[in-house]
C-alpha cells in the first residue's frame, strides 16, 4: 500500500498503532472495541495514532473472533412518519458512539412484512434489534420474537414481557386530552386510533374510558374506532362520524400518522377548527405547530425514548445479558394550543 506521501509501505497494524501511541496492544483494543475502561488521555493518544497512520481495522476478523457483527437492528412501523426519524437518529447517536451501525426497517405494519424482516435480522446474525411490532397479539408473529437470538428493546410494546421495553404514557395523556374536551363542555368526543392488538391502542382506549368515568358520563361507544394508525384511516373514520347523527364535536387523532387524514377530512366536510370540530393530535410535528390554528397535542419526548432504548440495547448486549427485563416509562404530557374551543 502507499503513504500519504506516495511511498510503498506494508500494511497498517495494530502494532504499529501501539507503537506510535506509546501503548500496549491491550489498551489499542479495548479503544477499538469502545471499552470505557481505557482513561480520556490514553483514548486520545490513540485514536491521533489511527488517524495518523490511517489504520483500518479488519472488521470482519473482529466480529468473527467477538461472535459479533456490531450491526444492530432498528424495526420501526412506517419510514415514511416524519415523527420517527428523530427517534432513529436519537438511537442512532448512541448506538454509533458505541461502535455499532444500524439497518433501518419499516414493517409498514404488515405481519408479513415483519416476519420477512425478523427472518432477515436473524439469518445476518445481528447483534440486537430495537423493534415494533404490528400486533401484539398475532401468535406467528409472537413466536417469531420469541425466537430472536439477540437481545432486543420493543418500541411502546410489552409482549414478550421478557424483553427489555421504552413504554409511552398513552392512557394518562388520552385521559388529560378528554379531561380538556370535557372541560371545554364537550361530550360527543371521538376517539380513532389503531388495532386494539397493540399496546399504545389498548391504553388510549383505556384514558378515554378513565376521563368519563370519573364524572360519570357514559360515552357513546359509535364514537370510539379502532382498526389503524395510518392517515387514511383517520380521513375514512372522521368523514363516517361526521355523517353520523349527531356528529362528534371533538375527535383526538390517536396515533402519530393519523392527524392529516383528520384534517382532510374536516376540511371536506367545510368544518373550521375549532369553530366547527376540536381537534387534539398525537405527538407533535411540523403540521401540528404550522396549522391556523396550531393543533393541540399529546405529546412525548421520541428523541429521548430512541436515546434510552439504544443505551438499554447497548447495556444488554456488552453487560448484561443476564439481567431481569426493564420497562421504561416516558410521561405524555397536554401542549394545549388553538385548535379546542366550547361546542357550539
Not at 489499542?28 to 475502561?37: A, C, T
Not at 389503531?194 to 364514537?223: C, K, L, M
Request: glycine share 8%; with cysteine; net charge positive.
Amino acid at each position: 500500500m502507499k503513504n500519504r506521501q506516495g511511498g510503498s509501505t506494508a500494511r497498517i497494524t495494530i502494532k504499529h498503532v501501539a507503537s506510535k501511541a506509546g501503548v500496549s496492544l491491550g489498551t489499542v483494543s479495548r479503544v477499538l472495541n469502545g471499552n470505557k475502561s481505557v482513561g480520556d488521555e490514553l483514548r486520545i493518544r490513540v485514536e491521533r495514532a489511527i488517524r495518523e497512520l490511517e489504520y483500518h481495522p479488519d472488521v470482519l476478523a473482529q466480529s468473527m473472533r467477538r461472535g459479533a457483527t456490531r450491526v444492530v437492528g432498528v424495526v420501526i412501523r412506517s419510514l415514511m412518519v416524519p415523527v420517527l426519524a428523530g427517534f432513529v437518529k436519537a438511537a442512532q447517536d448512541v448506538l454509533h458512539e458505541a461502535g455499532y451501525a444500524v439497518m433501518l426497517a419499516g414493517s409498514e405494519g404488515r405481519p408479513e412484512r415483519e416476519l420477512e424482516i425478523l427472518s432477515v435480522l436473524s439469518r445476518r446474525r445481528m447483534d440486537g434489534v430495537i423493534m415494533t411490532t404490528a400486533s401484539e397479539a398475532d401468535p406467528m408473529l409472537l413466536r417469531a420474537r420469541q425466537a430472536l437470538q439477540m437481545p432486543a428493546v420493543l418500541l411502546d410494546r410489552h409482549n414478550p414481557t421478557e424483553f427489555d421495553a421504552v413504554l409511552v404514557a398513552h392512557r394518562e395523556g388520552i385521559r388529560r386530552a378528554v379531561e380538556h374536551l370535557l372541560d371545554l363542555g364537550h361530550r360527543r368526543i371521538a376517539l380513532i386510533t389503531g388495532e386494539e392488538t397493540t399496546r399504545p391502542a389498548v391504553e388510549r382506549v383505556r384514558g378515554y374510558h378513565d376521563a368519563y368515568r370519573a364524572r360519570g358520563i357514559t360515552p357513546d361507544p359509535r364514537f370510539i374506532r379502532t382498526q389503524s394508525f395510518g392517515a387514511d384511516f383517520g380521513f375514512v373514520e372522521t368523514s363516517s362520524l361526521m355523517g353520523q347523527n349527531p356528529a362528534p364535536t371533538a375527535i383526538i387523532a390517536g396515533g402519530i400518522a393519523m392527524l392529516p387524514g383528520v384534517l382532510r377530512a374536516a376540511r371536506a366536510h367545510s368544518l373550521r377548527v375549532p369553530d366547527d370540530l376540536s381537534i387534539i393530535g398525537s405527538c407533535d410535528s411540523d403540521l401540528a405547530q404550522m396549522m391556523t390554528p396550531p393543533i393541540t397535542v399529546v405529546q412525548w419526548d421520541y428523541e429521548k425514548v430512541g436515546k434510552v432504548a439504544a443505551e438499554l440495547l447497548v447495556g444488554r448486549i456488552e453487560r448484561e445479558r443476564d439481567a431481569a427485563p426493564r420497562h421504561v416509562r416516558f410521561p405524555a404530557e397536554l401542549v394545549i394550543r388553538g385548535s379546542c374551543a366550547a361546542p357550539r
